[in-house]
């Protein structure tokens, strides 16, 4: 209805010999003064209503229907924000409520107050640090049976990265949060429902422009029913079985049923267990699949950091399949996941909203304003990252690491994802095993488009072509 509004997205991609700008939109240049018009345009596609200068360390405001929107791109507002006020700015928008309430209920994800306040503790102690090793033969079993899989592919076969990576993550998480195997119809189910409910929910909630402080809620249409129904589906079986006494007793989900048994006044009923099972299943999968994926695409075009990972892992680990213990030691794989996240983050808007008036910068913040940060600008501002636009892993090696509150690919402050170290480990232990035995690549003429709905997608998956690696003797590389 308002799609002629909406002005066409161009992307931009530059490749020579030893230089990559991977694909991003052109900068904005609709009409100043129309913040209706650029609201539209955000419907269609948010990352592509940014102009140059937005891209600067800077606080910036616009009013749109009367509401006040402000744009925070500097790490010491940044940090104001998300740690010294983090109070006042700890509400999700309306936007990401509403658009997720229906899949996640009250999850930790959408929630605030007394429920995030009880629960963070619980769901951050499950995922915390110490407990990642023990989800690492998990991935590296789940990565091989991939590698093993796509052995029996003959050369050359094309696949859907995007599709392939949501499999993996999907049965990785499972079999860590529900301790048993999802299996590739159930894996298939909820991946194909998360996709289908973000192409169908609008991530832009109109009513909170016009004035309801908590937006409206989505229309449930047949369509959005169908693909919750399949989702909910699978992990209510997963979470009534463990309560039923038949989950493995070492999985996400069996420790938060004990915690509750335990302490019942956390009322961690069936469908409260059900909505943060789903906050971790579909924040675990879908952030990490959609990282390696776009690592694929980058390491495609960029054959000379592609040949600096495959030598990496033949010095390191040789014929072996990479393990745990391999990561310190793994800097390409690991520089590549970092620079993947910095160009691509998963969720490329983090937004708030404020509860009480506030002063961020020189600007005056409203009760109830929309504030933004927003990744995708901040990891491509030119005065934080030299040649912001372009691939370059290297700038996550050695000593070299990006100022406080530059870098923020799992948001930062207390609402900093709990889940940080499981991705992270799983995206570079999943790039390792997999890039060890295989080169993946993108046709040259595919024309990449990165699409923001509730994640950071490419536009139709990522087809590429598999093709299995000769490796090379460990005196070669040395």
């Known amino acids: 209805m308002t799609a002629w509004f909406a002005q066409p997205v161009k992307f931009r991609e530059e490749l020579s010999e030893d230089a990559f700008e991977p694909a991003h939109a052109e900068y904005y240049s609709g009409p100043s003064g129309k913040p209706l018009r650029l609201l539209l345009q955000a419907r269609t596609d948010f990352l592509s209503i940014w102009r140059a200068n937005d891209f600067t360390e800077t606080a ?46 009250d999850g930790l994800f959408i929630s605030d107050g007394d429920t995030w306040k009880q629960r963070r503790p619980l769901v951050a102690d499950i995922v915390h640090t110490k407990r990642v090793p023990s989800f690492g033969p998990v991935m590296e079993r789940t990565a091989s049976e991939l590698v093993e899989r796509w052995s029996t592919l003959p050369e050359g076969t094309q696949i859907n990265a995007l599709h392939e990576m949501a499999g993996l993550t999907a049965e990785i998480i499972a079999r860590s949060v529900f301790g048993n195997q999802l299996g590739d119809d159930s894996a298939a189910a909820v991946t194909e429902g ?70 019942p006044d956390l009322n961690l009923d069936l469908v409260a267990l059900r909505n943060e099972a789903a906050t971790i299943f579909m924040a675990g999968h879908e952030t990490t699949a959609a990282t390696l994926t776009w690592a694929w695409y980058l390491l495609s075009r960029a054959k000379w950091v592609e040949k600096a990972v495959h030598d990496e892992l033949d010095r390191v680990c040789g014929d072996r399949v990479p393990t745990m213990d391999d990561i310190p030691r793994l800097e390409w794989c690991k520089a590549v996941i970092e620079e993947t996240l910095r160009l691509y983050p998963p969720v490329p808007i983090l937004a708030r909203q404020t509860r009480d008036a506030d002063k961020i910068g020189h600007i005056d913040a409203e009760p109830g304003s929309l504030v933004l940060i927003v990744p995708w600008l901040l990891h491509r501002t030119a005065s934080l990252f030299e040649d ?57 003429n595919h024309k990449v488009e990165p699409i923001c709905r509730l994640t950071l997608r490419p536009k139709d998956g990522l087809p590429v072509t598999i093709q299995r690696r000769q490796q090379q003797s460990i005196a070669a590389v040395a």
């Open 60 to 105: 910036s405001q616009i009013r749109i229907l009367g509401r006040q929107v402000i744009v925070v791109n500097s790490p010491d507002l940044i940090r104001q924000v998300v740690v010294k006020r983090h109070e006042n700015f700890e509400r999700k928008t309306p936007q990401m409520r509403r658009a997720l309430e229906y899949l996640l209920g």
């Open 194 to 263: 998360f996709t289908s409910y973000q192409s169908l929910v609008d991530s832009v909630n109109l009513g909170y422009f016009i004035g309801f402080d908590d937006g409206l809620p989505i229309f449930r249409t047949p369509s959005i029913r169908r693909s919750v129904k399949r989702i909910h589906r699978i992990i209510d079986k997963v979470v009534e079985d463990h309560l039923a006494g038949r989950g493995d007793h070492n999985s996400m989900v069996e420790l938060l049923i004990r915690r509750q048994q335990r302490n």
């Open 388 to 444: 912001p636009h372009h691939f370059k892993p290297e700038r996550f090696m050695g000593e070299k690491r990006p100022i406080p509150y530059s870098y923020v690919p799992f948001a930062s402050g207390p609402r900093v994802c709990p889940g940080l170290h499981f991705g992270l480990t799983e995206a570079i232990l999943c790039l390792a095993v997999i890039a060890q035995k295989f080169r993946v690549s993108v046709a040259d």
